[in-house]
């Protein structure tokens, strides 16, 4: 007999904790969800913060920040909106935009996100207090370097005598640096001057 009391009584609260919950749910548009009655707000916490809070597309504040819930989930609300109830988007410069759902566990606590930011360029080192003297150059450094011509190999020295000059033309003969006429030709020149 006791038992069949106890489960009538837990059959009696379970029906009318679903009568309250219908009840209470009366009147919100397609799409809501049941808000526990003692979450009516929700905290934002993002790092980094200063993040924009966006809820059913409009800019409501920035984080850290606490938000109505009847923001989150409005009783009316446009039919093309029906993607952004119940959610919440965060966005920051220089970190990815979030979209996300919010739960009836952050409602009643609150939500705490980390930003996908990209890494913050290094600090540029810090400069010396005494500035380093720059060498100031000549203005003949600001000119075109002087390229010298390819060299030739110097030309070996005249002999100074006839016979000297006759035997060199003979080896540039027979090295065949000269031909046989220009060896005829040159040979007559250095005999014309004795």
Known sequence: MMNYKKASLV???IAVGLITGCASDKGHSQGSSWIPETSDSLTVETTPAGAEVW???????????????????????????????????L????????????????????????????APA???????????????????????????????PAPAAMPSTAKERLL??????????????EYQTLRKRVLDTL
Not at 127 to 152: D, G, L, N
Not at 168 to 181: A, H
């Open 168 to 181: 060199r033309l003979e080896e540039l003969r027979r090295d065949g640096l000269i031909s046989e006429e």
């Open 55 to 89: 809820i059913m597309g409009k800019r409501e504040g920035v984080s850290p920040g606490t938000f109505p819930a009847s923001l989150i989930f409005p009783r009316q609300y446009r039919q093309e909106d029906i993607g952004l109830y119940g959610r919440v988007r």
């Open 11 to 13: 059959t009696a609260m």
């Open 122 to 152: 290094p600090a540029p080192a810090p400069i010396a207090s005494q500035p380093h003297p720059v060498p100031v150059a000549s203005p003949e450094a600001y000119r075109a370097p002087q390229v010298a011509p390819a060299s030739t």
């Open 91 to 118: 966005v920051k410069e220089g970190c990815e935009s979030m979209m996300l759902p919010v739960s009836t566990q952050a409602l009643a606590s609150r939500m705490k996100v980390k930003l996908n930011c990209a």
